[in-house]
């Protein structure tokens, strides 16, 4: 093997090893996302009713969600490269499954198994943030991320173009031939590690969710902020779909599919929020984020009236959500060594139930109240985070002003 592709904690990680790790993120992750633009095609040659359609989604979220508790924990465990390999050769059996299925049980059991699987993106960021060195960290789990965003957004238009192609089987057979090459390659270019490298238990590192909300105020604090922000980018992709194919503007779901390239712009903001935090500059990133965040449902408000203005909202919604995502990372994990896993993989289920959470609160809140009642739902989330992380500074300052009294009295006694 190749020095140039070692990577330790010290060396920090190569520039091809890490765009490997970004490839591999992005394809996993993708796998998330193929099914939601074809549950209607998949449906229809399933002879699944159209109530049915939507535990597709269901599945693949749930078993992305228990590979984020029990799955992703094991990294701080075992030897990376073997787990990672293993994780990404799981994806190819699920994706075999739902290529092969021929009911809506087989179906149901690949989609759960494919997302169980992808979770190992998170371990891939894990890996990345435990490899690389304090300087690098940041803007190597920036780049990560930006390979994580260009598959979330990517992943809808590809499956779509190759359903109208070969059939909505054709967008699987993909999935499972990327699952066998990237897992061949990830386990030739990643060195062996040393296994029971933290000397943690299993189920500890997988109860560490609700270890690390109780006691780490940095976790909570970022946690709860992650939440907030993908609900409101639930928010938006859940519901932009309502809007763009009602009555305002009745667009075919072909022309809907392209809106989420205006979303790329969020892959260079994570790679520029990753390197802005390794320069101390995370909490500042964060606020002005959070602020665009908030700014940017007041263009998306205008959706029904111009689509200029819509496109506009989700360029700086998607750039203020993944620099936020990246800065919160870097931080959670800076100093945590061989545990990054755990950390992760719990941070991550605040974003599972966030993504969830404003999915399914915009569509009842669509229909009561139509477009502008999803914006202010969309812009409360954004508030509620901007709060968060206000009082979040602000016991911060107070915690430290504390110290700083503490020190100054004992200086005094002396």
Do not use: C, K
Not at 136 to 161: C, E, F, K, N, P
Request: aromatic share 8%; no cysteine.
């Amino acid at each position: 093997m190749s020095t140039h592709y070692l990577t330790t904690s010290s060396q920090g990680l190569g520039r091809r090893l890490l765009l490997l790790l970004a490839v591999a993120a992005g394809f996993m992750v993708s796998n998330i996302y193929y099914g939601q633009p074809l549950l209607e095609r998949i449906g229809t040659d399933l002879g699944i009713p159209t109530a049915g359609v939507g535990w597709m989604v269901a599945a693949s979220q749930a078993g992305y969600l228990l590979g984020l508790v029990l799955l992703v924990p094991l990294g701080d465990m075992v030897d990376r490269r073997a787990l990672i390999s293993l994780q990404i050769a799981a994806t190819a059996v699920g994706g075999s499954v739902i290529t092969l299925a021929g009911s809506q049980v087989a179906v149901l059991a690949g989609f759960l198994l494919l997302g169980l699987a992808s979770s190992v993106v998170q371990t891939i960021v894990a890996y990345t943030a435990a490899s690389s060195t304090p300087e690098q960290r940041g803007g190597s789990i920036g780049t990560v991320t930006a390979g994580v965003v260009s598959g979330i957004i990517l992943a809808r238009t590809l499956a779509g173009g190759m359903t109208d192609l070969w059939g909505w089987r054709s967008v699987y057979v993909l999935a499972a031939a990327a699952g066998v090459v990237l897992a061949i390659a990830v386990f030739r270019v990643l060195p062996r590690e040393d296994a029971g490298r933290a000397g943690v238990g299993y189920w500890r590192a997988a109860s560490s969710v609700f270890v690390l909300t109780r006691r780490d105020p940095v976790f909570r604090v970022r946690a709860l902020i992650t939440m907030l922000l993908f609900a409101s980018f639930g928010v938006l992709w859940s519901g932009m779909s309502l809007l763009l194919s009602g009555p305002a503007w009745n667009l075919p779901p072909s022309l809907i599919g392209l809106f989420g390239l205006a979303g790329l712009v969020g892959v260079v903001a994570a790679s520029r929020a990753g390197a802005a935090a390794d320069r101390g500059w995370g909490q500042r990133v964060t606020g002005w984020s959070l602020a665009a965040l908030l700014a940017s449902w007041v263009a998306l408000s205008l959706g029904e009236w111009s689509l200029i203005l819509f496109i506009a909202g989700i360029i700086v919604l998607d750039a203020a959500v993944q620099a936020v995502h990246v800065s919160s990372q870097t931080m959670i994990v800076a100093g945590a060594g061989e545990s990054a896993s755990s950390i992760i993989g719990s941070y991550m289920v605040f974003y599972s139930v966030g993504s969830a959470a404003g999915a399914a609160a915009v569509a009842p809140v669509y229909d009561s109240w139509g477009w502008t009642g999803a914006s202010v739902l969309g812009a409360g989330f954004a508030v509620a985070a901007l709060a968060v992380w206000g009082l979040g500074r602000l016991r911060s300052s107070r915690t430290a002003g504390r110290g700083v009294a503490r020190s100054a009295q004992h200086a005094g006694a002396e």
